[in-house]
């Protein structure tokens, strides 16, 4: 799976006034997780490189780290398929990842008695926004996270 950035009207991206973005489907299986997480990777690279798209090796770690949460939960509470979209936008990288299980998830509390279950208080720690929504056939679970220091809010 190599990633493509493409433009919100699906064509080539990098345009002014356009997003870059890119999709893959995972199907659930033990490998998907570190697909990924490679996507991931490789989508923030492309950007830079590509594009000139400005990226924090912050945010590329970062990046890496809430999609391993988000398709690990999905794994392991939906199973495949699981649909990872990535998207660049006014300086901030958003992670969607969407899976068939209608249950919506909850933050917890920080509890450093309890053994795992943690993942999604990591990602809204370090995310400028989570949301989770529910959709016709399952669930969405957005994170948006700045793609240097001093990016907008």
């Given amino acids: 799976m190599t990633p493509a950035l493409m ?5 080539a991206a990098g345009a002014a006034g356009r997003s870059l973005h890119d999709t893959a489907v995972l199907n659930g299986d033990a490998a998907c997780v570190a697909q990924a997480r490679r996507r991931a990777a490789g989508f923030l ?3 830079r490189a590509e594009h000139g798209v400005p990226v924090s090796r912050r945010a590329c770690d970062l990046l890496q780290l809430v999609v391993s949460e ?3 939960n999905a794994c392991k509470y939906a199973g495949g398929p699981i649909r990872l979209d990535l998207r660049i936008a006014s300086g901030l990288v958003e992670v969607a990842v969407r899976d068939g299980n209608p249950a919506l998830p909850v933050v917890g509390t920080a509890d450093a008695s309890r053994v795992g279950r943690h993942g999604l208080e990591i990602v809204s720690a370090v995310c400028r926004s989570f949301e989770a929504v529910a959709e ?3 669930k969405r679970l957005t994170a948006r ?3 240097t220091e001093g990016a907008a809010a």
Wanted: net charge negative; glycine share 18%; no cysteine.
């Fill in 7 to 11: 433009g919100d009207d699906g064509v």
């Fill in 145 to 147: 996270l700045p793609l």
């Fill in 70 to 72: 988000l398709v690990t």
């Fill in 136 to 138: 016709a056939a399952g």
């Fill in 45 to 47: 690279d492309l950007a």
